[in-house]
């Protein structure tokens, strides 16, 4: 027989907003609703995309900035305006006028969702990978691109958008490329296209990079090795939204991402997705952006449900 697990246990409290995901989105949304006084939860599982970030450049008032010090100050900052921060991995939402957030051993229940729970990189059997993860080996243009300046580089993916991000990284960042299509069939059309580039293309398998704290190369299927000091790969990402499963949100045309209102509202009244989960970029500013721009329409729908129940006189606001 197997055994028989306790069920979760409720929470009485009704928070105003249950944010799931600490990354840049969950965090500004939160700091938002913290600082309008909402009754706020966030739930993060730890780990995630903003995590494995160690060079971040491109965020406005940061020469450099890595994602674990980006995170562990947002969760300062919040947790100062009185948000209640619960590590745990969330499993279900659902809703019956309230929304019910569960994890594995406790429910919650919330007028409003906030979900930023990002994607994750798909990762291809190269041995010592995570070695190199965010500082040689790179998944994304606009995060990392500028840190391949110069440098003998190595792009590879197992569908054609890597051919296009191997002709991108020529123009922006380096002469010196080798392509490798990983267990792809490249159409000789492509293989001109980068050949006319001056990218060099090699059909074999890489199995394992090469290097203890600094790249050197990359080793393929039959031992022969490339020299490289970084790779930028594209293998495709994976949404974070297995506890969304239930809810039959409408996605984008692709059926990929989620659909959301110009202020990130899902096709579900209340549930609101920032960040990669939409069609939006994977970007700290961006995820944030959304995140605060949600939070704030979250806020107004507050003051309007408190204005409809008589709770409240109606104010006069800008138009
Ligand atoms: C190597 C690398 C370098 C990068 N460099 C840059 C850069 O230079 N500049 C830049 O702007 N961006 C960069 N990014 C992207 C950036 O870090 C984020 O991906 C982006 O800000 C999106 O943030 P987010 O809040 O949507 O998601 P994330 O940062 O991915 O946060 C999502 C959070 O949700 C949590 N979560 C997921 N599922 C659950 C669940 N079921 N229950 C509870 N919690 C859950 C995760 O653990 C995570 O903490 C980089 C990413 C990587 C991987």
Redesign the pocket.
């Known amino acids: 027989m197997g055994t028989v697990l306790p069920s979760p246990k409720p929470e009485d409290r009704i928070f105003d907003c249950i944010v ?8 500004q949304a939160a700091i938002y609703l913290g600082r309008y006084n909402r009754d706020v939860l966030l ?17 406005l008032t940061h020469r450099l900035i890595s ?1 674990t010090e980006i ?1 562990r100050r947002g969760l300062e900052q919040a947790a100062n305006f009185n948000v209640r921060i619960s590590t ?4 279900r939402v659902e809703k019956d006028g309230l929304f019910t957030v569960s994890t594995k051993g406790m429910t919650y229940r919330s007028r409003f969702v906030l979900v ?4 994750s ?1 798909i990762f291809p059997p190269i041995e010592h990978l995570r070695r190199f ?2 500082t040689s080996y ?3 243009l ?3 691109g500028y840190r391949t300046t110069n440098k003998k580089l190595v792009v590879t993916g197992n569908s054609l958008i890597a051919v296009n991000l191997a002709l991108a990284m020529k123009q922006m960042f380096t002469k010196d490329i080798t392509f490798i299509p990983y267990q792809l069939k490249l159409p000789s059309s492509s293989t001109e296209v980068l050949n006319d580039e001056g990218i060099r293309v090699i059909e074999a398998t890489p199995v394992r990079i090469i290097g203890d704290k600094i790249m050197e190369g990359l080793e393929l299927e039959d031992g022969a090795r490339i020299s490289c000091e970084a790779i930028m790969a594209s293998f495709g990402i994976k949404l ?1 939204d ?2 969304l499963a239930g809810l039959s949100l409408k996605k984008n045309a692709a059926q990929f991402k989620y659909a959301v209102s110009s202020v990130y509202e899902s096709s579900l009244p209340g549930l609101y997705i ?4 939409n069609t939006g970029q ?7 952006g959304e ?1 605060a721009t949600a939070a704030i329409d979250i806020n107004k729908r507050l003051l309007e449900e408190r204005e409809k129940s008589g709770e409240v006189c109606s104010i006069a606001g800008p138009a």
């Open positions: 799931i995901g600490a990354g840049p989105g969950g965090l739930i993060d599982r730890g780990g995630g995309r903003t995590s494995h970030a160690h060079f971040i450049e491109n965020v994602g995170i745990d991995l969330v499993t930023s729970t990002g994607v990189d993860l965010g790179f998944t994304c606009d995060c990392d974070n297995d506890f920032v960040g990669p989960l994977d970007q700290v500013v961006i995820a944030a995140g």
